[in-house]
């Protein structure tokens, strides 16, 4: 079934439970401007009001996942850059799974889309980079942030400093994405997972998500505090399954 709301982002279900969102601006390389603006975030409140989705996929209609933010329309004074760092900011607290499948370049405003998803499947032929010192600005959308958690300081710095690009493999190596594939078979194995995770009770999703999402924030005597209270939590909810049925295959 189509869900498509706008032309500059397609929303279709691609499984049950499953809604795969495709950035489709591919003449700009799917850089935002207002129009995707508006149509993720109106997807982005489907998806987190309507019980049917469980796990989200985000892409990029080829030959990009997402350059970054159009400069035509946002590198006037007056525009509305803090927009798309709400809407960047909004994808790490949706509160159910996003995966990225990212083919071709993912830069700047990209990567950082890329960061807020719970993680990233790669091309072989992706290109990540942080370009915001190139274009004389400064990242308001967590890549200071989320980059450093992701590949560790020094690499970081080297990311950002430089705004040199680097390719899926050396991404792979530093922790960045954790699978590389050839091109053509991202979308197939980000759709594959996604698949796994919707036939999981939500609920215990939720909750699973929520104890990673908080633990690596804190210290490790804090999160694990944060995994007994969860639990405690969850118990007082019923008991778990535990399905020996399950553990078979």
Known sequence: MNLERDNALLAEEAGEGVLLLTMNRPAQRNAIDIPLLDAMNAAFDAFVQNDRWRVGVLTGAKPAFCAGLDLKTFSAPDAP????????RRVPHLGKPMIAAVEGAAYTG????????DFILASEDARFADTHAKIGALSGSGMGSRL???????????????????DAA??????LVNELL?????????LEIAKAIA?????????????????????LAEALAIETETLRQRNAMGGMTWSSAASAG
């Open 170 to 175: 050396t991404a792979l190596r530093v922790g």
């Open 148 to 166: 450093p958690h992701a590949v560790g300081a020094r690499f970081a710095r080297q990311m950002m400093l430089s705004c040199q690009p680097i």
């Open 199 to 219: 036939a999981h009770d939500p609920e215990l999703l939720r909750m699973a998500k929520s104890v990673i999402d908080r633990g690596t924030e804190t210290t």
């Open 81 to 88: 850059r803090h927009a798309v760092t709400a809407l960047i």
């Open 110 to 117: 990209g990567l950082e889309l890329a960061l807020g998803c």
């Open 182 to 190: 050839p091109a053509g078979e991202v979308l197939p194995r980000a």
